[in-house]
Structure formats: structure tokens, C-alpha cells
Nanobody
Framework: QVQLVESGGGLVEDGGSLRLSCVASRILLDRNNMGWYRQAPGMDRELVASATNGGTINYADSVKGRFTISRDNAKNTVYLQMNSLKPEDTGVYYC????????????????WGQGTQVTVSS
């Protein structure tokens, strides 16, 4: 069983910064992707940023230039540095881990953290 433990959320003013961390208890396959999703009240969960263990990175357009995702593969950890935060960044941020096939297809099983609240006040 894989567990993801997040930390680093909180309350910050408009324009402020936060850093999220997520540690995976174990990672079973080399072809894996760790990332962050967020969910605002009444909205669907959306991808914020993701990074494969090989270094391929993907960002949502709304966070490009403000957020930076990074990984420490030796520690099974993914980080999200969030700068220039805006009120619309408010939501619960979830860490995600999934695996993919050699052809790049995502396996059905996703692992999720418990979520950490990020609130940006205007």
C-alpha cells in the first residue's frame, strides 16, 4: 500500500508564497509521475503541476511562471513552490502518484494524499 503525506499548506496574503511537500511511503515502479492537483469549493479537481521521475514537467496554464514543481527521487518527495499567489489559487491541494506504461499510458490506479488547504486572502 502506498501512502502520500502532504505538508505546507496555510493562509497567505495575495502575492505571498508557500511551499508544499509530499512524501510517498514507497514507489513501486520507475515509470512514475508525482504531482499536485487542487480543488476549489464547488469545482472539479484540476491538475496544477506534475513531474515524472525522468524529469518531464507539466504545468497548468494558470500557474506557469509562478509555481515550480521539483522532485527528490531519493526521498520519494515532490515539492511545489508557489509564488505570487492569488485568491483564485485557494483550494485543497492534493498530492498524486501514478504509474505509466512504457508507451506512456497511465495505469488506472491513482494514489492520493489527504489534501492540504491553501487559502490566499485578498
Amino acid at each position: 500500500q502506498v501512502q502520500l503525506v502532504e505538508s505546507g499548506g496555510g493562509l497567505v496574503e495575495d502575492g505571498g508564497s508557500l511551499r508544499l511537500s509530499c512524501v510517498a511511503s514507497r514507489i513501486l515502479l520507475d515509470r512514475n509521475n508525482m504531482g499536485w492537483y487542487r480543488q476549489a469549493p464547488g469545482m472539479d479537481r484540476e491538475l496544477v503541476a506534475s513531474a515524472t521521475n525522468g524529469g518531464t514537467i507539466n504545468y497548468a496554464d494558470s500557474v506557469k511562471g509562478r509555481f515550480t514543481i521539483s522532485r527528490d527521487n531519493a526521498k520519494n518527495t515532490v515539492y511545489l513552490q508557489m509564488n505570487s499567489l492569488k485568491p483564485e489559487d485557494t483550494g485543497v491541494y492534493y498530492c498524486n502518484l501514478h504509474y505509466y506504461t512504457p508507451r506512456g499510458e497511465r495505469y488506472e490506479t491513482d494514489y492520493w494524499g489527504q489534501g492540504t488547504q491553501v487559502t490566499v486572502s485578498s
